[in-house]
């Protein structure tokens, strides 16, 4: 392709820099790299083609209130809050399984970079002033280190929870919030029925990688003499779904949960909270509350029923489609035949598996072209009774799972793990 450069595609644009805020030497030098000043697209997504909107297409109605993290679902179930089965075996949950284990323990070993924090340089250094110039400077460094979508939003302290897991009162007097999204294995996730040991496991996977990146431009925002501060994996301090919603990341599903129009929902998210001035992206509109209006793939295949069949409803000052989130949760917690649950998001039709951003080379925004390979992935899903082909044949994991302090291979349900041979797959049946 013409004029591609290492962060994207598209024409070289030239942008005016002010004039007036053109002082600094390094902003002198900079001049001749002018990925961070001309309109050239960003990231390997197609973004930038994108409908840009000043208010989410969910209704907001307000006031929506702050939320304490003990409160949620996982929270109630850690402390306690749902009975003592529920309490062990969410500990157990992710652990249990070896691999879900050494995850989790590298996970641990990201998160001590929490006791040795740089602080935030008392001098501040020469850079640029600008507001997009840092933002795309941000988000370049984004995508140096490895994330598959980034944005920017402003911070609304809705979405910082009151407390965290451990009763600690969170603060956060950050005005922007730097997004990072990055997409969990997709042959990994195809080749899973969606509640298999290796669910967590790839979400692990993927929490890692946020968090050492997110951890790492914290620590450079501080050493430019700018107050930075992550929000990750065991400690996050932000909602995830309003931050990546306010990002320009996505836009609310029938799953509860922010869909991007390039991942679906085959993403996991973590941000930096920043005063650095930055320009925010805007939200988007990709034609998601109709899809999902007409559209129930989801409900039908979640295992516990969790996700309404019904319209949005209003929670917490918001139009949303209300997830069932204790139900959801409790499968998670106490499922026996593998490691929490990403059915919804497996097999919604804007999860293609294998889509890649080359096949986005020739697109304009158009959105009909959008919707019919969201469509052809629905007729796909429904052909092959919602089994992916690669079920059959691709499962890299060993079923392994701890038993009474024993690494054994379950032998008593559902051996080939296929979807289709869990009970609960003839959904809205004679009984619903
Ligand atoms: S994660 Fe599983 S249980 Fe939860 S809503 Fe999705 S399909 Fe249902
Ligand atoms: S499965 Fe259908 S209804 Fe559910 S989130 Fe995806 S598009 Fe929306």
Redesign the pocket.
């Known amino acids: 392709m013409e004029n591609a450069s290492v962060f994207g595609a598209g024409p070289r644009r030239l942008r005016e820099v002010p004039r007036e805020k053109d002082h600094c030497p390094i902003m002198e030098r900079l001049k001749h790299h002018d990925i961070l000043y001309n309109d050239d697209p960003l990231g390997p997504w197609p973004t930038h083609l994108l409908k840009r909107l000043d208010k989410p297409t969910n209704k907001i109605v307000g006031p929506v209130e702050r939320r304490d993290e003990r409160e949620s679902p996982f929270g109630k179930s850690l402390l306690g809050g749902y009975g003592e089965e529920i309490q062990r075996e969410f500990i157990r949950m992710t652990v249990r399984y070896p691999l879900g284990a050494s995850l989790v323990d590298m996970q641990n070993h990201i998160n001590t970079i929490m006791r040795k924090l740089n602080p935030v340089a008392t001098e501040k250094a020469p850079i640029p002033e600008d507001a997009r110039v840092l933002s795309r400077h941000l988000k370049a460094l984004g995508y140096f280190l490895g994330a598959d979508m980034m944005g920017i939003g402003l911070l609304s302290q809705s979405a910082v929870y009151t407390h965290n897991m451990k009763g600690r009162e969170i603060e956060a007097p950050f005005k922007y919030a730097v997004v990072f999204l990055c997409r969990k294995h997709d042959p990994t996730i195809s080749a899973s029925n969606g509640w298999e040991e290796i669910v967590d496991g790839a979400s692990f996977q993927t929490y890692q990688r946020l968090a050492m990146q997110t951890e790492t431009m914290a620590n450079y925002i501080r050493r430019l003499g700018l107050e930075a501060q992550a929000s990750n994996m065991n400690r996050y301090m932000t909602i995830m779904p309003q931050i990546v919603l306010d990002a320009g990341l996505g836009e609310v599903?029938?799953?509860g949960i922010i869909?991007n129009p390039f991942l679906g929902c085959n993403f996991k998210a973590a941000c930096v909270l920043t005063n650095m001035e930055l320009e925010t992206d805007g939200y988007i509109d990709f034609g998601l509350q109709d899809?999902?209006g007409k559209?129930?793939?989801?409900?039908e295949q979640c295992p516990p029923r969790a996700i309404t069949r019904g319209p949005k409803t209003l929670y917490n000052g918001y139009y949303t489609w209300k997830l069932n989130s204790k139900s959801c949760s409790d499968f998670d917690v106490l499922n026996k035949e593998g490691c929490v649950c990403g059915r919804?998001t497996k097999?919604?039709?804007?999860h293609i598996p294998g889509q890649e951003p080359r096949d986005f080379a020739e697109w304009d925004g158009d959105l009909a072209w959008l919707h019919s390979r969201v469509d052809e992935q629905r007729q796909r899903v429904i052909a092959n009774g919602y089994v992916d082909p690669t079920e059959h044949a691709q499962k890299w994991w060993f079923p392994l799972d701890e038993v009474d302090g024993r690494l054994v291979v379950p032998t008593d349900k559902n051996r080939q793990k296929i979807c289709r041979d869990y009970p609960l797959q003839n959904p809205w049946g004679a009984n619903s």
């Open positions: 599903s029938r799953m869909l899809y999902c559209c129930t793939i989801c409900a919804c097999v919604c039709p804007w």
